[in-house]
Structure formats: C-alpha cells, structure tokens
C-alpha cells in the first residue's frame, strides 16, 4: 500500500513547538511519509525549537527579512511554497493556528487542488479585527481546509456554526500540551544565569510576556505601569519578563519597568527555558494566546492582558481570567490572586481544557481514518474523562 504523503508547513515559534510533536508523531506512523516545510517567517526563534525538539526540515524557504510587512511574508511565502508543492505533490498538506504562514500554505494548497489539513481549527473572537490579522487568517484556512482538528468542542461548534461538515471535524485536544511532557523537567537547570539564582520557595515569582499588535502604544505602557505598582506592594514579589525584541515593545518596558531590582527584564527565552520557568512560577499575566493553554496543565493561573480572548474554554473552566489592559485592572486582579488564597487555589486546581497529552496520535489517527486506513474515527478529546 502506497503511503499517504503529508507535508506540514509552518514557520513562526508557536507553530514550531505545536507542530514539531506532531511531526514526530507522524514519522513514527508506517502508514504516512511526511516531509517538513519551514517559511522561517521567524528565523532565529523557530531555530531553537527545530533543534530542541529535533525536526530537520526537508524544505526552508528562509524568507524573513528586516522590517517585513504581511505582503512581504504572504508574497514570498506563496511563490516559495508552489516549487515545493510541485516537488513533493502531497496527499496532504498540514498548516497549523493563524499566521500568515498558515493561511498562505492552505490557499497554495487549494491552487493546486491538494486536500489541507488544519491543526488548531476553529478559535474565534468572532471580531475580524482582533486579533489582526490571526482571526481573519483562521476563517479563511478553514474556508480553504478539507480536514478541522478542533483542539475542543467549543472550537469544533464555531466550525459547525460556519457551516463546516461536522464529518470534517476532529476533536483532538491542543498538541501544546504534547510538547509540555517533553520540555517541562525536575531537575532543570536554566542556561539564563539569572533564572537560576531565583528563590522559588522565598519569592512568588510571576512571569509576564506581552507583545501583541493591538496591545502597542498606550495599552503597553498601561500594563507596564500596573506591573510596576504590583511588585512595589508586594515585597515577595519578583517580575520575570521576557520582553519581545520589537522597539515598540522592548523600549517600552526597560523605560517603565526598568531599574527594579525585583524585575527582570531578558531577552526572549528559549522554549524549554520558558516552559520549566512557568512551571516553577507563581502565575502568569500574558497577551499570549499559547501560555492561555500551557499554563494551566502546569497548575498556574493566568491573567489574560487581552479585552478578550479566541480561547473561551480556559475562561469557563476558570484557569483563565480576561483583565484587559487598564492600569487598575492589572494591579487590582494580580493582588487578588496575590492575597486570596481560595482564588488562588480554584484558579491553579481547575481542570485543564485544552488536552491531555495526546492530541498528535489523536490527529494522525484522523488522517488515517479520512484517507481510509483506518476505518475507526478517533475518539474526541474530553477534558472531563
């Protein structure tokens, strides 16, 4: 029998850490060859999650340059993505969330009349808006996608709601999850010297990441003053911010948060440098939609610095609280979780919606079932099971 030719395509950080377990899942399966693409839309830090998680990719179309805009990476990624297509001539071609990467591989894919696959199908705000442009980049992958694995029910009913046949739909939990059980470790020693001479068990460590577009400008500075007033009325409290390398983003946080000697601002860290940090924090107050579902697998909640969120599951099951961004807001809901220990404990304790571990197998079990290899659908992620 003639193998079932897969080639996932991605190209940024977060597509790379969720992506590169089911990479693995997929090679192992003796049912599919699967080839890698990589746009590199982000270069340097897609790199260390390839080497980390030890994905070579059969194809690098290494397209980021300085100060791109979305009609350099749509353009280069489109034509780059058309010699490989040709080459390769996939069963399937497998894109990942909502980056311009994502939408562009599915509408290469649809041009040339090869069946997409869609990991982490079906999160919306449900405003085309925000975020820009990952909720438009979504909608159209799905209008472009033949398979939809939804990494919950929630997702999957938002992918019916658009009219998707819910034959196409596979509920699989969120791959994320999967790469957690490899870079989360006990014994982890940080190559970031000053992670390492952290007290843990002396100081609540609180880690932040904020950098989306919608959150430039005013509402950056807003947080930023809010997480300056948290730490200086909390004597126990240490900051961690790996502050993205953008000067809209880097220049605003060493001028507001800067010169404290119980704020430390680094550079972006590597993934399983992050991922072992958030493990030993107290909690976590991000923008980031993929700390929204790490976090909370980890036991630590989160304080969403966004006025809503594309992952409703994690507010419901109330591992997740949406704050915004207002100055008040920030300092007024860290020092309850900061003060409250019955908050604190329903937050870290509630049931992670977003998977257990096993969403890979769950996916490749779904492209066997769909090109009939396997004649039993997989069954759907249930977090309550």
């Known amino acids: 029998m003639r193998k079932i030719k897969v ?8 597509e790379a850490i969720k992506m590169a377990p089911l990479v693995q899942e997929l090679k192992k399966c003796s049912f599919v060859d699967c080839k890698v693409a990589v746009t590199a839309q982000h270069r340097q830090m897609l790199d260390q999650v390839l080497s980390l998680f030890d994905v070579k990719p059969d194809y690098d179309l290494d397209i980021m340059k300085e100060r791109q805009n979305l009609f350099d990476i749509t353009r280069n990624a489109l034509s780059g993505l058309k ?3 040709e080459e390769v001539k996939p069963d399937l071609v497998l894109v990942h969330g909502d980056t311009t990467t994502t939408f562009v591989g599915a509408l290469a894919s649809f041009y040339m009349h090869i069946k997409v696959g869609h990991v982490e199908a079906g999160l919306r705000t449900h405003n ?19 398979l939809h694995f939804a990494p919950t029910m929630t997702a999957k009913e938002n992918l019916i709601n658009e009219g998707v046949d819910p034959k196409s739909i596979f509920v699989t939990g969120n791959t994320v999850i999967d790469a957690l059980k490899t870079t989360v470790k006990e014994n982890y020693v940080f190559r970031q010297p000053a992670l390492n001479i952290l007290d843990f068990k002396k ?3 609180i880690l932040v990441t904020a950098h989306r577009r919608e959150n430039l400008g005013e509402p950056l500075k807003d947080i930023c003053h809010g997480l300056r007033q948290v730490v200086e009325r909390n004597p126990d409290v240490v900051l961690v911010y790996p502050v993205h390398l953008n000067p809209a983003v880097w220049d605003t946080a060493h001028e507001i948060l800067g010169n404290h000697e119980r704020i430390i601002l680094l550079p972006p860290l590597d993934t399983d440098e992050l991922h072992n940090l958030m493990a030993r924090c107290y909690m976590v107050m991000t923008d980031s939609g993929g700390l929204q579902e790490e976090a909370p697998s980890l036991g630590k909640p989160v304080l969403v610095l966004r006025n809503e969120t594309e992952r409703p599951e994690a507010v419901k099951a109330g591992t ?4 915004g961004t207002a100055r008040e807001n920030v300092l007024k809901e860290a020092e309850i979780l900061l003060s409250d220990e019955a908050e604190y404990s329903r937050m870290a304790n509630a049931v992670n919606p977003y998977g257990d571990g096993f969403a890979s197998r769950r996916i490749v079990e779904g492209i066997l079932y769909f090109f009939g290899v396997s004649d039993k659908k997989p069954e759907e992620f249930n977090p309550k099971s």
């Open 7 to 14: 080639l996932t395509v991605f190209g940024t950080r977060p």
């Open 83 to 85: 010699d490989v297509l």
């Open 128 to 146: 085309k808006w925000l975020p820009f442009p990952e909720e438009m980049n979504r909608k159209l992958t799905a209008a472009l996608s033949d």
């Open 203 to 205: 100081n609540r460590v």
């Open 320 to 323: 997740v609280k949406v704050i």
